[in-house]
């Protein structure tokens, strides 16, 4: 499996983004966004669950929204009212083999990040 992103850019704060995530095949797993500033560890923004559950760090919530298209293989990231600290490389992930994590703890779960398939992140920065 491969994960692309896409729709990263630089954008002034109060600005919108709208990040893709294309997988070469259907995901029967949940799915997430992560970002990674720098000097920072990668955290978890937003996952999707197979059945469409969402779950968003208190961060995002309300200004991101996480959705998957099903027929196109795509996850997408709607950034609304960005803000300077959201400035960071952006990554999708999935799980690797058969899905087993709800949303919530795809997201969380660090010590299980090494085990997510990822792609090669989109940056975005807001001035």
């Known amino acids: 499996v491969q994960l692309v992103e896409s729709g990263g850019g630089s954008v002034q704060a109060g600005g919108s983004l709208k990040l893709s995530c294309e997988a070469s095949?259907?995901?029967?797993?949940?799915m997430g966004w992560f970002r990674q500033a720098p000097g920072k560890e990668r955290e978890g923004d937003a996952a999707?669950?197979?059945?469409?559950?969402?779950d968003y760090d208190d961060s995002v919530k309300g200004r991101f929204t996480i959705s998957r298209d099903k027929d196109k293989n795509t996850l997408y990231l709607q950034m609304n009212s960005l803000k300077p600290e959201d400035t960071a490389m952006y990554y999708c992930?999935?799980?690797?083999?058969?899905?087993?994590?709800?949303?919530?703890?795809?997201?969380?779960?660090?010590?299980?990040?090494?085990?997510?398939?990822w792609g090669v992140g989109t940056q975005v920065t807001v001035s």
């Open positions: 095949t259907y995901r029967y797993t949940s």
């Open positions: 992930a999935t799980e690797r083999g058969s899905g087993v994590l709800g949303a919530k703890l795809f997201r969380t779960s660090e010590a299980a990040y090494g085990s997510y398939i």
């Open positions: 999707i669950d197979v059945d469409g559950f969402t």
